[in-house]
């Protein structure tokens, strides 16, 4: 069986013989690791992911997302040429195209995609540390002529999502409110003043209250995100291991949602009915 080593941040480095805490955005423990190991392929997965974070920690941000990948691809020129380089990149690179376009009645409509067709553009210190990134990996494999690659990806979600992450957060909140509104309109039906309410009665009685539960804050909640689980990222990845070609490899799920989008249908999935719910 051939040697693998994935790196990742929050986790640390996973070789078949255990685990290896490393700093990745530090040349000479990423050198020491990849010497003491000589792996035979190697999954990068290390980031510092968070968009809103980026903005507060730019140099990290780039130390982590370009540097990493760097020193790693600097160590398999110099020392084992033969590895196989696997670096996570993002959708999010990619700027919006229209597709699609109609004019009718003197309106312009259209739909937007991002794909490998896509310019890539960032406006976020994360998106441009992830497009220097990528673009480093071509630069090695064309340049020196390396089995590297990237595997871009759009959102991979799991219960193991950190629940900084938009996704979870929302799913968090949700069951929250949720447990909230099944306990007081419980309440509401047992009370012996109250009869025999119905949940629809009770409902509308205490939905006042839910105007005052603490609001749930997101960033561009017309943002649109690609989803897709964790373990079908993790097949992904094992195609591109038993390939033999290397560039780009593009996946993501065959709908995108907007981040208000997501919110509604974690909403309706909660079936909590008629919340006054309200984007502000």
């Known amino acids: 069986w051939p040697k693998a080593m994935i790196a990742g941040r ?15 955005s530090q040349f000479e423990c990423v050198r020491d690791l990849l010497n003491k190991t000589m792996p035979d392929i190697i999954i990068n997965t290390a980031a510092l992911s968070s968009t809103r974070e980026s903005f507060d920690k730019i140099p990290e ?31 999010e690179i990619y700027k919006p195209r229209p597709v699609d376009i109609t004019i009718k009645n003197d309106s312009l409509t259209y739909e937007t995609i991002r794909d490998e067709q896509s310019m890539k553009f960032s406006a976020t210190p994360y998106g441009k540390s992830k497009i220097a990134a990528q673009d480093m990996v071509d630069l ?46 419980a309440d509401f039906i047992k009370s012996p003043q ?13 939905s006042p209250k839910f105007n005052k539960y603490k609001k749930l804050q997101l960033g561009n909640v017309n943002a649109i995100r690609s ?17 033999d070609k290397t560039g780009y490899w593009v996946f993501a799920g065959q709908q995108s949602l907007s981040v208000r989008q997501f919110v509604e249908r974690v909403f309706e999935l909660a079936e909590i009915p008629q919340l006054n719910f309200m984007w502000e």
Not at 194 to 206: D, F, K, L, P, R
């Open 10 to 24: 929050a986790k640390p480095v996973w070789l078949k013989s255990g685990y290896e805490f490393v700093d990745i």
């Open 61 to 91: 941000t780039f130390r982590v997302n370009l540097l990493g990948p760097i020193y790693i691809m600097d160590w398999i020129k110099d020392n084992k040429p033969d590895t196989k380089f696997i670096h996570c990149s993002s959708i």
């Open 140 to 185: 090695y494999r064309h340049i020196y002529d390396l089995d590297v690659s990237c595997a871009v990806f759009g959102n991979f979600e799991s219960k193991m999502r950190d629940g900084r992450f938009m996704t979870a957060k929302v799913v968090n909140y949700v069951k929250q409110l949720r447990s909230f509104y099944l306990e007081h309109i």
């Open 194 to 206: 109250n009869g025999y309410a119905s949940v629809s009665t009770a409902t509308q009685v205490i």
């Open 227 to 243: 989803y897709m689980h964790a373990k079908d990222a993790a097949r992904a990845i094992a195609c591109i291991i038993s390939s």
